[in-house]
């Protein structure tokens, strides 16, 4: 008889009805990955946060075809039931079987580990839907897994430069190109979520990842195009990443360039794609001037992208260690102590990979 695996795909939920916004971003905001203060201060400046900025963001919820909701939900089902066809097919002697964790809103991390209990997993594989690691998305998730369940688990941390995932990107923007009427002078904006400066500055290889994907991309589309990454989604009074997508956006349109603007972060749709790179950016294109704007599709279940999901699961599964990245090993450079593999797990003249160009 076959093994019972468990799936659990992480990602942070989104509010499923206009009600939920508050309580979502509540739920987000009092994360200590996320605003790292003192209790006390934090669940203070998370009730604040949320209070103020609900009606504006039920305003952008209400713009998406989802009941004043996030898709982000349907979406996550449509990457599990993709995924599980394809390790049926891999592992066909097991019983593979994918559950969504959500951090901020339904179905909680907690409601999917007691969910795998239930089951009675035999094997379970922690995947996020974050490619790129971060303290603030993956690092979260896991610390509210562990929390929540006691039994042994494989994780897989991150996988920015797996061949499929790279390949599933540039194909979509390949692919928006060529319905946009393949123009010439073209700037590309790979758009991935912002951090703090000082997360980053705290060891967090997030916007490593980010930048060294950015470079892959570029490699792999023509030669002529401008290729820029940029962090969107600032929110408080701290010093972000950059450059700011809005600044990028309004730098390329005013040189009357035809924009191709890519989520690289965000794998699913959801309002960060749908109404923050669909709609408000698309504005500030028009106003300056871009000969065009178009919105390349997040990943969703491309086939590519659920390939990768296939393969880093087979691959968890078959390891000796209990984390892994698209390298197998550490993928990060030392200084980024942020990386969730131990420097002790960094064996001595252990290659680092490097991401190709």
Not at 34 to 52: E, G, H, K, N
Not at 278 to 285: H, I, K, M, N, S
Request: glycine share 8%.
């Amino acid at each position: 008889m076959g093994r019972k695996i468990a799936v659990v795909l992480f990602n942070l939920g989104g509010p499923d009805k206009a009600s939920s916004v508050q309580p979502f971003l509540k739920n987000l905001f009092r994360d200590p990955a996320i605003i790292r203060a003192p209790l006390p201060l934090r669940w203070f400046l998370a009730r604040l946060i949320s209070r103020t900025r609900a009606p504006a963001v039920i305003k952008n919820y209400a713009m998406m075809d989802a009941g004043g909701g996030s898709p982000l939900l349907r979406e996550t089902e449509f990457q599990a039931r993709a995924l599980e066809a394809e390790l049926a097919k891999s592992l066909p002697g097991d019983d593979v079987k994918c559950f969504i964790a959500m951090r901020y809103w339904h179905p909680f991390t907690e409601e999917a580990a007691a969910d795998v209990k239930r089951w009675g997993a035999d094997e379970v594989v922690l995947l996020p839907l974050y490619p790129q690691f971060s303290t603030t998305t993956t690092g979260s998730s896991l610390s509210a897994w562990k929390a929540a369940f006691k039994g042994k688990a494989r994780t897989v941390c991150c996988y920015p430069f797996d061949e499929n995932f790279v390949s599933a990107h540039v194909d979509r923007i390949l692919e928006a190109h060529r319905k946009a009427g393949a123009p010439d002078q073209v700037t590309l904006l790979l758009s991935a979520h912002g951090l703090p400066e000082q997360v980053v500055k705290g060891g967090d290889p997030y916007q490593w990842q980010c930048e060294a994907l950015a470079e892959m991309i570029a490699g792999r589309v023509p030669a002529h195009w401008e290729v820029i990454p940029c962090y969107q989604s600032r929110v408080g009074p701290l010093k972000w990443i950059g450059p700011s997508t809005e600044a990028e956006v309004a730098r390329a349109a005013l040189a009357g360039k035809h924009i191709l603007i890519s989520p690289i972060a965000f794998v699913s749709e959801h309002i960060e794609t749908l109404v923050e790179l669909g709609e408000e950016y698309r504005l500030v294109a028009e106003k300056d001037g871009a000969a065009s704007y178009t919105r390349v599709e997040a990943l969703g279940t491309h086939p590519g992208f659920i390939r990768t999901l296939t393969e880093e699961t087979i691959a968890a599964l078959g390891m000796k260690t209990e984390i892994r990245s698209c390298a197998g090993g550490r993928l990060c450079p030392s200084d980024w102590t942020g990386c969730p593999h131990a420097a002790t797990h960094h064996k001595a003249g252990e290659r680092m990979v490097e991401p190709a160009h």
